[in-house]
């Protein structure tokens, strides 16, 4: 693709960059030989172009809406004062991730591996939020404000909206931190939304306003993208306020993996050991294996798996063989989860290229 | 030089501060490309275009750019949508322009 060129983002290393405004930017397939993703080779992603530089000492966070009996606002000092700070680590990536991969090609920011990163979030529950504000019984949906603007005032504000009970998990937080740092400008500063398991169209970035209501939000970003056709997918959660008869808005990560150590047309000495490293994740039920197939497909070997951070985290991934013939070899990886779910051998297209899990097949060469 | 002059006052203009590396983005140059740049640069950079490329056919193009006007509210006057659709196809689509 020849807009993929590295460039560098102010406070950022050098990132594949898809488009400059708004920036949109991806890691390096390298950044992944890393069970964390640093602050600074974490993937950028907007849909508007105006992204203002936010003063810590001056940004609110305002808590309201319909279904809550009271609205009040928050400073930075006040959400991590008087909330208990939690701590996880998730992979937050965006829904169309791998669209560049599409086959036919589909409209849209041409995504190849690098649209996700793995982080340890620090934040508060919003749930802990939520129950300050005293939600009525009529709330169906939990939605998010961020900072970011429009040059026009006729484009549709980037505002989104999750599920009531989603909201209410104990894993859904208000992060201030990531990686034991502040949220890097580009990633949200000073404070985004992370829902642990589903992608990240629903972490809004800047957030500056969470509101209760008792109708499905209606927008743009929630009514007419990010949705999939219904019942293609093998998603469990579901998002039934926002359904409509053929499409639902997307929700967790499907069950993925990438080969993050060989590259396409990469050479091995024959008879040597040849390690195959990668990661593997999904919506947060837990990797339970991955396997490896070097002869096209027809025999899978367990890989070995490396040390747990928790079930929404990246697992890394090893295996080892050592080819006798020379030639060609195609390396091929495939994840499941605990749910007994696993990647599919072909694509599942959809026009707008979410949910692009199908399993990587790289060529080496063995000499 | 006189053109990324050129382009860096259409963005001052706007009001919109361009990415440093924006600037340096060279699209094909013809006599409509600075009818894309004024209709389709308020909002995002160029690269979206060639990055969208070479795999739409006109009718595709053609539904991207209504989409910008009438989702996110771009002000392109109907008489400019052959133009840059013709454009858009010609040097970043497939098949006839």
Redesign the interface.
Known sequence: MESAVRDTLPGKQPLIKRSFRPPNYESPLEVFDDVITPNDRFFVRWHLSNIPRIDADSWRLNIGGDAAERGFELTLDELKRDFEPVELVAVCQCAGNRRGLSEPHVPGVQWGYGAMGNARWKGVRLKDILARASLKKEVVEIAFNGSDRAPLEATPAFAKSIPAWKAMDENTLVAYEMNGAPLPHWNGFPARIVVPGWTATYWMKQVVGIRALSQPLASFWMNTAYRIPKGKFPVIDRFTSQESETTTPITEILVNSLMTHVGAGRQFAANQPVTIKGVAWDGGYGIRGVEVSVDEGRSWQSAELGENYGKYSFRTWQFTCAPRVAGRMSVMARASNVQGTSQPSELIFNGPGYHNNVVQKIAIDIV | MQRRIGSALLFGF???P??G??SS?KLANDSRLALVQLRCS????L??I????P??ARA?WEA?VRKMMK?????IPDNDVTPIVDYLTQHYGVGKP
């Open positions: 706007l009001g919109v361009a990415h590396g924006e983005l308020t909002c995002h950079s690269d979206y060639v990055m969208n490329s795999f739409l595709a991207e989702v996110m509210g771009a002000p």
